[in-house]
């Protein structure tokens, strides 16, 4: 099946320095991209749906100008935390749409980056 | 807005037993429900689906029937093995082009020997 990668798949940090995540299509290119947050123990909170060459939308709540989202080629998103704090600290996933698929309404998802803020 | 609610684990089985782990969601219009696992280390995988009431998914032994009825989609196997041991998440897409997937909490399944 399809593959998505992210990168890195750990991260630690100081307070407010900022931390960039790439999720990458593998073998399809996908026009659209979602980044999940995962508490403990808690389901996948969708942050924004990026659509390649236009912005991010954002569910409400999420602050956009914290969680930078660059979508610029059909094969890769990107998720820069900016100016983290211990409050960020989470496992961030992504997943990918294969708008060619045979199924067309599944979502692949990467192995998630855990993000620990100090 | 759209939810959805599964059993809350761990949920400890031994090798062979019958598995059900209830799945019920709100949602307006008609949604497409999903199953996904996750195996220790890897990313969520669609395991199976359904995009219209009485429809039944299945997949590598499991199954799920979407209830309109009810608002369930429960997933059932009838017998586990080891290698199904992953933490297992319900997902619904509500209606409209935006792909948008709501998940509920995942519930973390054990299979011993």
């Known amino acids: 099946g399809a593959v998505v990668s992210q990168h890195p798949s750990r991260v630690i940090c100081k307070s407010g320095t900022s931390v960039k995540i790439e999720c990458r299509s593998l073998?399809?290119?996908?026009?659209?991209m979602f980044w999940y947050r995962q508490f403990p123990k808690q389901s996948l909170m969708l942050m924004a749906t990026s659509n390649e060459g236009s912005k991010a939308t954002y569910e409400q709540g999420v602050e956009k100008d914290k969680f930078l989202i660059n979508h610029a080629s059909l094969t890769l998103s990107t998720l820069t935390v900016t100016s983290a704090h211990p409050e960020d600290s989470s496992f961030y996933i992504c997943s990918a749409r294969d708008p060619g698929g045979a199924v067309k309404e599944t979502q692949y998802f990467g192995p998630g980056t855990r993000l620990l803020v100090l | 807005g759209d939810s959805v609610t599964q059993m809350e684990g761990p949920v400890t089985l031994s090798e062979e037993a019958f598995l059900t782990i209830n799945c019920t969601y709100t949602?307006?219009?008609?949604?497409?429900l999903f199953w996904y696992v996750q195996y220790p280390g890897e990313g969520l995988q669609l395991l199976l689906k359904a995009t219209k009431a009485d429809d039944k998914g299945s997949n590598k032994g499991f199954e799920a029937t979407y209830r309109k009825e009810t608002t369930s989609f429960h997933l059932e196997k009838g017998s586990v093995q080891v290698s199904d041991s992953a933490v297992y998440f319900c997902?619904?897409?509500?209606?409209?082009?935006?792909?948008?997937?709501?998940f509920g909490k995942g519930t973390l399944l054990t299979v011993n020997p």
């Open positions: 949602a307006t219009g008609y949604p497409s």
């Open positions: 073998d399809f290119q996908a026009t659209t």
């Open positions: 997902a619904l897409r509500g209606g409209g082009s935006n792909y948008k997937l709501t």
